[in-house]
């Protein structure tokens, strides 16, 4: 019977801003197959099309395979969209993975916070802007 094992490493979920965008992205940082991976959000994470709750997307729902440093990255919002619309300051998953036989777990939080007041460069140009109140062009 596989036994269950609570892990700080292997499959990784992240918070990634760049260019005044945020991404989440979904790694397995182990030497060996993640399979059955599957990714509980405890709030709901809005995409800009105002309907589409990110954490109901496949990819978090359960994911058959992922290889070995493997990352799927998905997109969330610009980081002045996401504050302006009342998302989650904090966002928090559960992660469930088979590791070989062994199912294994983990539980990652994120301050989103710290995000929102980073100065970025927009394009490749000098434009620098500074967190939610500026309006993000993509160049």
Same mark, same amino acid.
């Given at each position: 019977?596989?036994?269950?094992? %609570?892990?700080?490493?292997?499959?990784?979920?992240?918070?990634?801003?760049?260019?005044?965008?945020?991404?989440?992205?979904?790694?397995?940082?182990? $030497?060996?197959?993640? #399979?059955? %991976?599957?990714?509980?959000? #405890?709030?709901?994470?809005? $995409? =800009? &099309?105002?309907?589409?709750?990110? +954490?109901?997307?496949?990819?978090?729902? /359960?994911?058959? @395979?992922?290889?070995?440093? /493997?990352?799927?990255? *998905?997109?969330?919002?610009?980081?002045?969209? @996401?504050?302006?619309?009342?998302?989650?300051?904090?966002?928090? %998953?559960?992660?469930?993975?088979?590791? !070989?036989?062994?199912?294994?777990? +983990?539980?990652?939080?994120?301050?989103?916070?710290?995000?929102? &007041?980073? =100065?970025?460069? *927009?394009?490749? !140009?000098?434009?620098?802007?500074?967190?939610?109140? +500026?309006?993000?062009?993509?160049?």
């Amino acid at each position: 019977m596989p036994r269950e094992r %609570v892990s700080d490493s292997g499959v990784i979920f992240d918070v990634v801003f760049e260019d005044g965008l945020l991404f989440f992205e979904l790694s397995n940082r182990a $030497a060996v197959p993640a #399979r059955k %991976v599957v990714t509980v959000f #405890r709030r709901p994470v809005i $995409a =800009p &099309d105002g309907v589409t709750d990110i +954490a109901s997307l496949n990819v978090f729902k /359960k994911t058959e @395979y992922l290889a070995p440093g /493997k990352t799927v990255r *998905v997109f969330v919002d610009s980081v002045a969209s @996401y504050f302006s619309r009342s998302q989650p300051n904090f966002v928090h %998953v559960a992660l469930s993975w088979k590791q !070989g036989t062994e199912l294994v777990s +983990a539980k990652i939080s994120h301050d989103i916070r710290i995000y929102q &007041d980073l =100065p970025y460069v *927009v394009g490749r !140009g000098s434009d620098v802007r500074r967190g939610p109140t +500026a309006q993000t062009r993509i160049s």
